[in-house]
């Protein structure tokens, strides 16, 4: 074991960085436009308009039991997510509260409101919806349909390879993959991005964690992941654009 470079990574958790950043050399100190908060869709994709974030499908609404009973779920059963469901789900961990201008404000927080992620599904049981892999957009609560898989083993086989040693990813409802795309928190906070991102990667899977107990779900939380194989199921360039975290959804 190399200790003297396992010490030296410990600087990237300290506020070192941050104390001795210039921020008027920023693109945001240099009156860069600011960049989109969500990725543009293409002419050919339709957006599938989720159902409206309905607090019926809660099961357990009390927070001390939430945060008691929360643990990581490996066994899913067959059962198929609804998409009132899905939804929810996605509206907890990634929805918009408000809206001013250029400005969005969302539902969990992020290092000076700059949310670098975009959250993809890879779909094996949801209702009305065709095994593949989708893209949540926060601002329309939708999403978009980026690669369908009609057989429904080649989508879970690709899973199995982007969750390494985790298998049990492919026997979920839904793998929830969320990707950063840096530059969104790079324009403002340039080398102390990377600290910046995982916190917030926290905040947002920590929410799925509540919100998934609170519908009679379950979910674990996957930071080993093949990067290579995440990145091309979801067609990521893995540079400016990739897989920061992962995450097994579905009924227990």
């Not at 908060?37 to 293409?42: N, P």
């Not at 059962?79 to 404000?105: D, P, Y």
């Not at 324009?187 to 964690?209: F, P, S």
Request: glycine fraction near 6%; charged fraction near 25%; hydrophobic fraction near 40%.
């Amino acid at each position: 074991m190399d200790k003297e470079k396992i010490v030296a990574m410990r600087e990237y958790l300290t506020a070192n960085t941050w104390m001795n950043a210039d921020f008027s050399r920023s693109d945001q100190g240099q009156k860069v436009e600011m960049p989109p908060v969500q990725k543009a869709v293409r002419e050919d994709q339709e957006l599938i308009v989720l159902p409206e974030v309905n607090p019926e499908v809660i099961q357990t609404s009390s927070f001390f039991d939430l945060v008691t009973n929360r643990k990581s779920r490996r066994k899913f059963t067959d059962q198929a997510l609804t998409m009132e469901e899905l939804s929810f789900l996605l509206w907890t961990t990634q929805g918009v509260r408000k809206q001013a201008g250029k400005h969005v404000f969302r539902v969990v927080p992020s290092g000076g409101n700059r949310h670098t992620f975009e959250t993809y599904l890879a779909v094996n049981r949801v209702e009305s919806l065709a095994n593949g892999i989708y893209r949540y957009l926060p601002l329309e609560h939708a999403i978009v349909l980026e690669t369908e898989f009609s057989d429904e083993e080649e989508l879970k086989e690709k899973m199995r390879a982007a969750a390494n040693i985790y298998t049990f990813f492919a026997d979920a409802a839904v793998g929830f993959m969320w990707t950063t795309v840096p530059y969104r928190m790079e324009w403002r906070y340039m080398e102390c991005t990377a600290k910046m991102i995982a916190i917030d990667a926290g905040h947002v899977c920590q929410n799925l964690y509540l919100a998934a107990e609170a519908i009679g779900c379950g979910t674990c939380a996957m930071g080993a992941y093949n990067q290579t194989k995440a990145d091309e199921l979801l067609k990521v360039d893995g540079k400016d654009e990739f897989v920061v975290y992962m995450a097994p959804v579905g009924k227990v």
